[in-house]
Each structure stands twice: as structure tokens, then as C-alpha cells.
């Protein structure tokens, strides 16, 4: 089955703020910490954002530092990023992810931490 489901991507203009939402069914959402990474065209996937499992502490890149939010809400297995002031350079096909260790305290921003992905959702941002 399908453990994490992003939606929310699309087309927006530079400036345009936009939410995207990680729908997880995982019994272990609660514990773990959440990241979202992206990957633009002709680009690796990179780190974005985190948070921890209980949504006390956050990381960014700084690239989005001041323009994006992560949270979340382990009542609705949900997490989410929003994405305001939005950048051409920040294009790219979004992706959620959750720690693959339970209540680390240390937030991790390398891709082979984390065990559980989804599909992905596009954001296009044009100038």
C-alpha cells in the first residue's frame, strides 16, 4: 500500500504562495521525525525542510529559510509545507519523507535517513 501521499503541487507565479500536504497512513508517523525534499530538472533531490516528531524543532535549507514553513498535525497524520514568496528556482517535484528511527532527537537533512516516501507532487513557478 501506498504509505505517504503529496498533494497540493502546481502551477503558480513567482511571488504566488502555495501549501502542499503529506497525507501519511503509517502507525509510526507520530514518532518520526518529517522532511520534504525536492528535486528540480537536471538537478540531484535535495534536503528542503524538517521537523520533528512532535513538531518542536525545524530545520531549513537556506534557501527557503524565511519563505517556507513545515509543520504538522500527528492527530491527522498529516504534515505540510507552505511555500510562500514563491522562486522560479524553486521548480521541482516535491517530495515527503519520515525518519526511519523513532524520537531522534537530532534532525537529519540526508536522504538515506529517512525509509518511507511518496510519490511526489510538481511545482511549477513561472517568472
Known amino acids: 500500500q501506498v504509505d505517504m501521499v503529496e498533494s497540493g503541487g502546481g502551477l503558480a507565479q513567482a511571488g504566488d504562495s502555495l501549501k502542499l500536504t503529506c497525507a501519511s497512513s503509517r502507525r509510526t508517523f507520530s514518532s518520526v521525525a518529517g522532511a520534504w525534499f525536492r528535486q528540480a530538472p537536471g538537478k540531484d533531490r535535495e534536503f528542503v525542510a524538517a521537523?520533528?516528531?512532535?513538531?518542536?524543532?525545524?530545520l531549513y535549507t537556506a534557501s527557503v529559510q524565511g519563505r517556507f514553513a513545515i509543520s504538522r498535525d500527528n492527530d491527522k497524520n498529516t504534515m505540510y509545507l507552505q511555500m510562500n514568496s514563491l522562486k522560479p528556482e524553486d521548480t521541482a517535484v516535491y517530495f515527503c519523507?519520515?525518519?526511519?528511527?523513532?524520537?531522534?532527537?537530532?534532525?537529519?537533512?540526508?536522504?538515506?535517513?529517512?525509509?518511507?516516501w511518496g510519490q511526489g507532487t510538481a511545482v511549477t513557478v513561472s517568472s
Open positions: 521537523i520533528n516528531w512532535s513538531g518542536k524543532d525545524t
Open positions: 519523507a519520515t525518519d526511519s528511527r523513532a524520537f531522534r532527537a537530532v534532525i537529519m537533512t540526508t536522504e538515506t535517513y529517512y525509509n518511507s
